[in-house]
C-alpha cells in the first residue's frame, strides 16, 4: 500500500466516522481492504481508491467502515459494569422514578456492534428491574453489524460460557440446519431496537433521555477532540443522575465533560441544583 492510497481511506474513514487510524493501523487497514477489493471486483487499491472517489461511492463508503470497524465483543463483557446496573443504578432510579415522572428505565447501547452488550443489558435488567417498565436503544455505524445483532443468533463458542440457568431463561436451541447456534427469545429481543447510527452525526432520534448509557472501546479509536465532541453530546442525553459506562481501558481524565467519575470506566452526570 503506498502511501498516498493509506492517507486518502485514512482520511475517508476519518470523515465518514472520526475513527482515527494511525501508522500502527496500516497492516490491519491493509488486511481488511483486501476484502473490499474482491467484493467490488477490482484489482488495485488504486482502483479502489478511484471508485471511492467516483459518482456511485456512497454504497461502498458504508462497506468500508463496516470493513475497517473493529467489532469484538462477548456477552457479559467487563461484567462490572452489570453488576453496577443491576446493584446501584436500577434501586437508584427507581426511588427516583415517580417524583421525577419516568415512565421507564431507559438505557442506550451506544456502539451495540453485533449485540451481545445490549442483550446482557437486557437479561441484566430482567432479573432486577421488577415491574418498572423498562427499554434499550442499541445503536451502531455498521449496518452488517447490526443485521446480526437484529437476528440475535450466536453460535454455541459464543454463548456456551454463560451459566446454564441464563441459556435456559434467554436463549432457544436450534435443531436441524440451526443445530449449533442459539437464538435469544423473543421476549428480549422485543425491548432492545437496534438502528444505524454515526455517533457524530446530527441528533439521535430519541424522544426520552437515558438513565444509563453504555458507550465502551469505542473512543480509543477517536482524537481527543472527538473523543471530548462524543462525551458532550452522550452527556446531554443523560438524566441529571444517570451514569455513562466507558470501557475499562478508556479514560475521561484529560478531555472537559461535565461528569464526575464514581469508579473506574464509571461517570455519572451532576443532579440538577
Same mark, same amino acid.
Given at each position: 500500500?503506498?502511501?498516498?492510497?493509506?492517507?486518502?481511506?485514512?482520511?475517508?474513514?476519518?470523515?465518514?466516522?472520526?475513527?482515527?487510524?494511525?501508522?500502527?493501523?496500516?497492516?490491519?487497514?491493509?488486511?481488511?481492504?483486501?476484502?473490499?477489493?474482491?467484493?467490488?471486483?477490482?484489482?488495485? *487499491?488504486? /482502483?479502489?481508491? /478511484?471508485?471511492?472517489?467516483?459518482?456511485?461511492?456512497?454504497?461502498?463508503?458504508?462497506?468500508?467502515?463496516?470493513?475497517?470497524?473493529?467489532?469484538?465483543?462477548?456477552? =457479559?463483557?467487563?461484567?462490572?459494569?452489570?453488576? =453496577?446496573?443491576?446493584?446501584?443504578?436500577?434501586?437508584?432510579?427507581?426511588?427516583?422514578?415517580?417524583?421525577?415522572?419516568?415512565?421507564?428505565?431507559?438505557?442506550?447501547?451506544?456502539?451495540?456492534?453485533?449485540?451481545?452488550?445490549?442483550?446482557?443489558?437486557?437479561?441484566?435488567?430482567?432479573?432486577? /428491574?421488577?415491574?418498572?417498565?423498562?427499554?434499550?436503544? /442499541?445503536?451502531?455505524?455498521?449496518?452488517?453489524?447490526?443485521?446480526?445483532?437484529?437476528?440475535?443468533?450466536?453460535?454455541?463458542?459464543?454463548?456456551?460460557? *454463560?451459566?446454564?440457568?441464563?441459556?435456559?431463561?434467554?436463549?432457544?436451541?436450534?435443531?436441524?440446519?440451526?443445530?449449533? =447456534?442459539?437464538?435469544?427469545?423473543?421476549?428480549?429481543?422485543?425491548?432492545?431496537?437496534?438502528? %444505524?447510527?454515526?455517533?457524530?452525526?446530527?441528533?439521535?432520534?430519541?424522544?426520552?433521555?437515558?438513565?444509563?448509557?453504555?458507550?465502551?472501546?469505542?473512543?480509543?479509536? =477517536?482524537?481527543?477532540?472527538?473523543?471530548?465532541?462524543?462525551?458532550?453530546?452522550?452527556?446531554?442525553? *443523560?438524566?441529571?443522575?444517570?451514569?455513562?459506562?466507558?470501557? %475499562?481501558?478508556?479514560?475521561?481524565?484529560?478531555?472537559?465533560?461535565?461528569?464526575?467519575?464514581?469508579?473506574?470506566?464509571?461517570?455519572?452526570?451532576?443532579?440538577?441544583?
Amino acid at each position: 500500500m503506498r502511501d498516498s492510497e493509506f492517507d486518502f481511506i485514512r482520511s475517508v474513514v476519518y470523515e465518514r466516522s472520526r475513527i482515527n487510524l494511525g501508522p500502527d493501523k496500516r497492516e490491519l487497514v491493509s488486511a481488511r481492504l483486501g476484502k473490499r477489493l474482491r467484493a467490488t471486483n477490482v484489482d488495485t *487499491l488504486e /482502483a479502489y481508491c /478511484a471508485l471511492l472517489r467516483g459518482p456511485g461511492a456512497e454504497a461502498e463508503l458504508s462497506n468500508l467502515i463496516d470493513a475497517i470497524s473493529t467489532n469484538h465483543t462477548f456477552f =457479559f463483557r467487563e461484567n462490572a459494569h452489570f453488576d =453496577f446496573l443491576r446493584d446501584r443504578a436500577v434501586p437508584e432510579m427507581s426511588a427516583r422514578a415517580k417524583a421525577e415522572r419516568w415512565a421507564r428505565f431507559n438505557v442506550w447501547s451506544a456502539a451495540s456492534s453485533s449485540g451481545e452488550e445490549a442483550y446482557s443489558i437486557a437479561m441484566t435488567l430482567d432479573g432486577c /428491574a421488577g415491574s418498572w417498565p423498562w427499554q434499550i436503544e /442499541a445503536t451502531d455505524i455498521s449496518h452488517r453489524i447490526l443485521a446480526k445483532a437484529q437476528a440475535g443468533i450466536y453460535k454455541d463458542d459464543t454463548v456456551n460460557r *454463560l451459566p446454564p440457568d441464563i441459556m435456559r431463561t434467554y436463549f432457544q436451541r436450534g435443531f436441524g440446519p440451526q443445530e449449533g =447456534f442459539h437464538r435469544v427469545k423473543a421476549a428480549l429481543r422485543e425491548k432492545v431496537t437496534f438502528r %444505524h447510527l454515526n455517533l457524530l452525526e446530527g441528533e439521535p432520534p430519541f424522544r426520552d433521555p437515558f438513565q444509563v448509557i453504555f458507550c465502551r472501546n469505542v473512543m480509543i479509536y =477517536f482524537d481527543r477532540a472527538t473523543q471530548e465532541e462524543l462525551v458532550g453530546r452522550l452527556s446531554r442525553r *443523560l438524566v441529571p443522575g444517570g451514569y455513562l459506562m466507558v470501557g %475499562h481501558s478508556e479514560s475521561l481524565t484529560h478531555i472537559n465533560h461535565p461528569l464526575k467519575m464514581v469508579r473506574p470506566a464509571i461517570y455519572q452526570k451532576p443532579l440538577a441544583s
